[in-house]
């Protein structure tokens, strides 16, 4: 069965059809050879379920043009669709001003099945102005449905709304989606309730309907739609974070032997939301203390970093004390994030303290070291070096900053994933779309892949290439165990 891979998760379809706006034909098979012009001729080929469209690079124009009510948006024809585009690069038009009903709206999932993936909406209603004629979900009376991943959504609507289904409660799933709109949300006509919004952001203001969790209002966004004002990693909110993140960083290099390089990297946050000690299974955490009821280990697991809950240990245990997760299966690691305690209780930080990785619960390995005063309500961010999995993970606590107990208030583990990419050449095209410097070069890379092209030319396109005499990279392949 085909696969697509969106960073570095799998997904597998029945069929995967393809649309390019550009070269495409709907008279074509709809193969990656042989794409699709439009979307909406690609929905009609698919099956009832297990389908996916994957669109190019470019911009489509996905307008529905139906009824009176349920016109100008992304239609699924009530099949479970998957649609996937090219991150940052993938945009979907919804043009109000293309109709005369009444309403117009974005998306218009009926299949509880169907999902978005790395799309940008560019949502217009023309001169409504109405929250029941220009919100984001609407089919004309009927419930909306499906997951909305990893999406920017431009809205000019100057109401912006999140519903409009007389005929019961909207079931739409928002996650890590970014919304820029004009104003502040207002409450939906109808169905607004059963909204759920998760690690989403917007620049105004979210109205209050809905199941919301860890969304943020009032956030700045740069050109490229990066928060400014919020660490979006570390919170992971917005089209940059999650499993489906937009964050890679790559760079040129270019060796003595002509042989080109990028380095493409993408991060995954493992999610762990306890409720428990052993809950959800098959985690397991456990700590060599805890201080009572309502500070057991699995507080720093449980994914609330906003309100004051955490472990904490009892004041025989504040040193050389620990916390532990067991994930029941080996997990490689590279990245640890700690929540600092509130401002009253600062001296619970760790101060000096070790990350620790186990494949048995006997024997430790050192992962990272870290010996600094913490006495500001800061995220603690540890990169380290590991290519093994292991299937503990222990917080070492040596000493804290001062107070009676030890505490952590959330841990976040994270696997950063480095790709070396061998290119055929230094072209002004694969500088625009390989090139860049975020990126730290002391890395071990796992996987190295070739990027084959028809056409290049060595530099008749004007970019200027250094090439540097001696070797400016020691590159070490580690396992993957």
């Excluded at 101060?351 to 870290?370: C, M, P, W, Y």
Aim: charged fraction near 20%; charge should be neutral; hydrophobic fraction near 30%.
């Amino acid at each position: 069965m085909p696969t697509i891979m969106i960073n570095s998760q799998q997904l597998t379809f029945n069929n995967i059809y393809y649309v390019d706006s550009i070269n495409g034909s709907d008279q074509n098979s709809g193969s990656e050879d042989s794409p699709f012009l439009t979307v909406n001729y690609a929905v009609s080929r698919c099956a009832t379920t297990g389908d996916a469209i994957y669109a190019n690079k470019g911009t489509h124009d996905v307008t529905r043009l139906a009824g009176t009510y349920d016109s100008g948006g992304l239609w699924d024809d009530s099949k479970a669709i998957s649609f996937i585009g090219v991150k940052g690069q993938t945009i979907f038009v919804c043009d109000g001003s293309k109709h005369s009903g009444r309403d117009t709206h974005c998306i218009m999932f009926r299949n509880a099945g169907t999902k978005a993936y790395q799309i940008t909406f560019d949502f217009r209603v023309g001169n409504r102005a109405i929250n029941y004629s220009t919100s984001i979900c609407g089919a004309g009376g009927p419930v909306t449905r499906g997951e909305i991943i990893n999406c920017l959504f431009k809205v000019d609507s100057p109401s912006p709304s999140f519903s409009y289904s007389n005929d019961g409660t909207t079931t739409t799933k928002f996650t890590n989606c970014v919304f820029d709109v004009k104003a502040n949300f207002v409450g939906s006509y109808t169905g607004g309730p059963g909204i759920t919004l998760e690690n989403c952001i917007t620049n105004f203001t979210f109205h209050t309907e809905g199941t919301k969790t860890n969304t943020f209002d009032k956030g700045s966004f740069d050109s490229k739609y990066h928060i400014t004002n919020f660490d979006e990693i570390a919170l992971n909110v917005g089209i940059y974070s999650g499993k489906y993140g937009w964050t890679f960083d790559k760079i040129l290099l270019q060796h003595n032997n002509n042989k080109i390089y990028t380095i493409e990297s993408s991060e995954n946050w493992y999610q762990t939301k306890m409720t428990s000690n052993t809950a959800p299974a098959p985690l397991v955490a456990s700590a060599s203390s805890f201080h009572s009821s309502g500070y057991e280990a699995y507080k720093a697991f449980n994914g609330d970093h906003i309100t004051d809950n955490y472990w904490c240990t009892t004041s025989a245990d504040s040193k050389n004390c620990w916390l532990m997760l067991d994930f029941n299966v080996p997990k490689r690691f590279n990245k640890v994030v700690l929540k600092s305690m509130i401002t009253s209780r600062l001296g619970y930080n760790p101060k000096e303290f070790k990350i620790q990785g186990s494949k048995d619960n006997l024997v430790f390995k050192d992962l990272a070291t870290v010996n600094e005063e913490w006495n500001t309500e800061t995220d603690r961010i540890i990169n380290f070096h590991n290519s093994t999995k292991y299937r503990y993970y222990k917080i070492f606590i040596i000493s804290n900053n001062g107070a009676s107990w030890s505490g952590i208030r959330e841990v976040q583990f994270y696997e950063r994933k480095d790709k070396l990419i061998n290119l055929p050449s230094a072209n002004q095209a694969n500088f625009k779309k390989y090139g860049g410097s975020n990126l730290r070069l002391d890395t071990i890379f796992p996987i190295i892949s070739f990027a084959l092209q028809d056409k290049f030319s060595k530099n008749e396109e004007g970019l200027w290439v250094v090439t540097l005499d001696k070797k400016p990279l020691a590159i070490e392949f580690g396992n993957k165990e």
